[in-house]
Structures are given as C-alpha cells and as structure tokens.
T-cell receptor, first 115, second 111 residues
Framework: NAGVTQTPKFQVLKTGQSMTLQCAQD?????MYWYRQDPGMGLRLIYY???????DKGEVPNGYNVSRLNKREFSLRLESAAPSQTSVYFC??????????????FGPGTRLTVL | AQSVTQLDSQVPVFEEAPVELRCNYS??????LFWYVQYPNQGLQLLLK??????LVKGINGFEAEFNKSQTSFHLRKPSVHISDTAEYFC?????????FGAGTQVVVTP
C-alpha cells in the first residue's frame, strides 16, 4: 500500500497563476483532509471531505477550492495564487470523521512557493 | 471550542538524555489525544494515541505519554533520546471528529 500520495512535491508559482494539488489514498478511507503548515502555526485545516460527494470548509478556506473526485482522490485548487499561500500543504485521510477516535494518515506534502 | 497548546516551541537535548514535551488542551467534551512526529521534509507519522483506559500510553520508538484529565494534559516523554529523534512533534486533539493540532515542538538532539 502506498498510503496517501501527493503530487507535485514542489511547485513555484507567480502571483495570479492557478494550480491544482492532487491527493490519493489507497486505504479505502471515507474522510480526506487538506491542511497547510506554516512555521509556528502547526497545521491548519483548509477543507475536508467527510465522505465521497461532500466537502466542508475548515479553518482557513479562503482562496481555495476542493473536489472529491471519488473515494480515493481529493484535490485542492488555487484559482489565483497569492504570496500568502506560500506554505507546505498536506493531505490526510481517516476511516471516517464520524468515528471520533480515528487517527489521520498523512501524505508527504507539497512545498508551494508563490512569488 | 477546543484548543491545543504546546508549551515549548523548541527543546534542545543531549543524546541519551530524557526529554519531555508538554501538551495542554481545552475542551468541554470528551477528547481523544494523539502525538505525531514529523521528520525533516516528510509528512506526519503517528507516535501514539489515547482513546480510553490506562492513562499511560506507549508508542513507537520508545515514546510514552500520560493523559491527565484533571490537568487537561498529555505530555510526551522518552527516557533516552537518539540523534534520530531530531524532529518536530505535534500534539493533536480529536473531539467529535474535529482534529486540532498544536503549533509543534522542535526537538534537536545533539551528541
């Protein structure tokens, strides 16, 4: 099992450009999440998908959109990148958000720089 | 609303010395507690978790944590660290399916 995979690993964008970060999991998990990690701020939830066909905003959704393409895949889109979106982005999955004790499994991250 | 506070942003420690990383949380409901480790340029990996039962939880790589409900704490300990324990450590709370992470504690182990 590959677990949670993310592409690309690194990306540099210019202000105003758009891009999509891809995430896939092969653990048959119901729930998937997108976080951003900034120094001294831990991980902040951008969006999550409790199950296929549903998405919800997290703590910092502005400037992002998501698509739960199927049970395996959950993508994050930046429509018009801004320097404030320079960060490391992590995708995670868990068996189900309703199962409150479930741990989350993380991908390796995407380092995004917006110039 | 819940919050997670990691009291130390950086902890320098010598090899083979003990280390304790402090985590306090606030929540008005029952919580489930986790410690994750992030090695440089990698994603987060689960170290250990507290769901119920014994308040002393043992995890991977010799780490353990103690849940203290009265003090709302979940401190992480290791009696003897290795150079390879250099990493960032995150405490997390899961309350009714909502995860909240602390800001992280950077552990730097030196010979």
């Amino acid at each position: 099992n590959a677990g949670v995979t993310q592409t690309p690993k690194f990306q540099v964008l210019k202000t105003g450009q758009s891009m999509t970060l891809q995430c896939a999991q092969d653990m048959n998990h119901n729930s998937m999440y997108w976080y951003r990690q900034d120094p001294g701020m831990g991980l902040r939830l951008i969006y999550y998908s409790a199950s296929e066909g549903t998405t919800d905003k997290g703590e910092v959704p502005n400037g992002y959109n998501v698509s739960r393409l199927n049970k395996r895949e959950f993508s994050l889109r930046l429509e018009s990148a801004a320097p404030s979106q320079t960060s490391v982005y992590f995708c995670a999955s868990s068996e189900g958000v309703r199962a409150v004790y479930n741990e989350q499994f993380f991908g390796p991250g995407t380092r995004l720089t917006v110039l | 609303a819940q919050s997670v506070t990691q009291l130390d942003s950086q902890v320098p420690v010598f090899e083979e010395a003990p280390v304790e990383l402090r985590c306090n949380y606030s929540s008005s409901v029952s919580v489930y507690l986790f410690w994750y480790v992030q090695y440089p340029n990698q994603g987060l990996q689960l170290l250990l978790k507290y769901l119920s039962g014994s308040t002393l939880v043992k995890g991977i790589n010799g780490f353990e944590a103690e849940f203290n409900k009265s003090q709302t704490s979940f401190h992480l300990r290791k009696p003897s660290v290795h150079i390879s324990d250099t990493a960032e450590y995150f405490c997390a709370v899961n309350s009714w399916g909502k995860f909240q992470f602390g800001a992280g504690t950077q552990v730097v182990v030196t010979p």
